[in-house]
């Protein structure tokens, strides 16, 4: 990126900026704030702070101690984040999405990292978790909160290694599972973004607890689920014995009787579906051209905590013409007035925070990051989210469409010169339902450009 490049988004950041300038410390740390941002946002091969401080013109020493140490408002940043996304994006059946992502790591210092298995790397290794929640609709996606995994062994280990990393002396053991809920019961309470489904893949909605607590939250779920989860095709009537025991309480939880049917998996489910109940939908428009999958759901029961759960759609999806062995499963609570293309998309939109971890890690730095301590790890991230963000806001801004009668808008003419005039087409993959209209057209990038 050179000056002009640099130029034609200085307007923008400097507003970007100010909306969080209070969270931070004093003019200084809002100065440090702003260089690290633009830094972020710079094409640098690899944005640690060293080569972070070096491209903005800062001591490298200031800037790692404003990511690693500095008591700024990260929390206050994810909020005004969430604020800023929604004036972007925001959408009454907007959906957000749970996923973790790992961070390979040398050494054993770092906050949380050890020995785990990560889905991002394909197998055990030394690594950091960072569990995620996106926010999706047809307008857009992003990042829009981060929590960092701590495995078990830390709370039992009270060695140096706890003390180096800084971890916060109230900080107790969270699963995966505890962390997506309270980003998602925090960002609920916020309110500022709308939202009317939550979805995932298998690992979280395999779990009971956090299906129902989105159903608490008076909101659908569409999670993918496993092929060996049970539910049954009707009510199994279980029913509390009415046999009084010889001693203590009388029975008070329903049981299985006699004629109460077996649960079945929703693999086995799928595969008596008859043919008619397989229907086709486009679910991705992409620079390979639509993406289509053939999708089949019937009403069930769930089965929760090995006893009766609610009713709900049991989804399936398979490739064209592909077979039950190639099939994904989705659990919703959605009403049965929801129809299956609302289903499908929604089940899809899971994709695009594994889109938004590729740009973030290749555009803003996600993953560069070079600190030990538990707050630097919050400091960068929630740095990263604002970076991506802001860096969709101004694509979004710079490709509408131009209104009858006005000539196509050049992106290199944009608030602040030639910017983009060197920049080559590149169209990426985006979710939009089946029905939706063609995409207006995207901006330019080539190499050198900034970010999705």
Not at 174 to 192: F, P
Not at 257 to 286: C, D, N, Q, Y
Not at 355 to 377: Q, S
């Amino acid at each position: 990126m050179n000056t002009s490049d640099l130029d034609a988004l200085l307007p923008e950041l400097e507003r970007f900026h100010e909306r969080f300038a209070r969270y931070f410390c004093r003019a200084e740390g809002r100065a440090w704030a702003k260089k690290y941002l633009t830094g972020l946002v710079m094409p640098i091969e690899r944005k640690n702070v060293e080569n972070v401080a070096e491209r903005v013109g800062a001591p490298a020493r200031k800037l790692q101690e404003f990511v690693s140490d500095s008591p700024w408002d990260d929390v206050g940043c994810i909020d005004e984040l969430q604020r800023f996304v929604a004036e972007q994006l925001g959408a009454e059946d907007g959906v957000l999405i749970i996923d973790d992502t790992g961070f390979a790591k040398k050494g054993t210092s770092s906050a949380g990292v050890g020995r785990q298995y990560s889905g991002t790397l394909g197998r055990v290794d030394n690594c950091q978790i960072g569990v995620f929640l996106g926010y999706a609709c047809s307008k857009g996606h992003t990042l829009v909160d981060r929590r960092l995994y701590v495995m078990e062994p830390w709370f039992t280990d009270t060695s140096r290694q706890r003390s180096k990393a800084a971890l916060p002396l109230d900080l107790t053991f969270q699963t995966k599972h505890q962390l997506a809920l309270a980003m998602l019961q925090g960002a609920h309470d916020a309110g500022h973004l709308p939202y009317q489904w939550v979805t995932g893949d298998a690992a979280y909605g395999d779990s009971h607890d956090l299906r129902q607590a989105v159903t608490e939250l008076g909101k659908w779920y569409c999670f993918e689920v496993s092929s060996n989860t049970e539910v049954w095709q009707a009510d199994p009537k279980w029913e509390v014995s009415t046999l009084a025991g010889t001693r203590g309480r009388p029975p008070s939880r329903p049981h299985p009787t006699k004629s109460s049917p077996p649960a079945i998996t929703v693999a086995k489910l799928a595969t008596v579906l008859p043919p008619r109940k397989w229907k086709r939908h486009r679910v991705i428009e992409g620079a390979k051209g639509p993406r289509e999958y053939e999708f089949a759901r019937m009403r069930v029961v769930e089965k929760q905590h090995h006893g009766v759960g609610p009713a709900a759609w049991m989804m399936a999806r398979r490739p064209v013409g592909g077979t039950a062995a190639d099939a994904k499963y989705y659990l919703s609570n959605a009403p049965e007035t929801v129809a299956l293309a609302q289903l499908a998309y929604v089940g899809c939109l899971r994709w695009t925070i594994e889109e938004n971890f590729e740009l973030a890690k290749g555009k803003v730095g996600l993953d560069h990051y070079e600190v030990t301590k538990h707050r630097g790890w919050y400091h960068h991230m929630t740095m990263s989210l604002m970076a991506l963000a802001f860096l969709k806001s101004v694509q979004r801004s710079w490709s509408k469409k131009p209104a009858d009668g006005e000539r196509p808008r050049d992106p290199s003419a944009v608030r602040g010169g030639a910017a983009l005039s060197r920049m080559e087409p590149h169209r990426r993959t985006h979710m939009v339902p089946r029905s939706a209209a063609p995409q207006a057209r995207r901006l330019p990038q080539s190499p050198a450009a900034l970010a999705a």
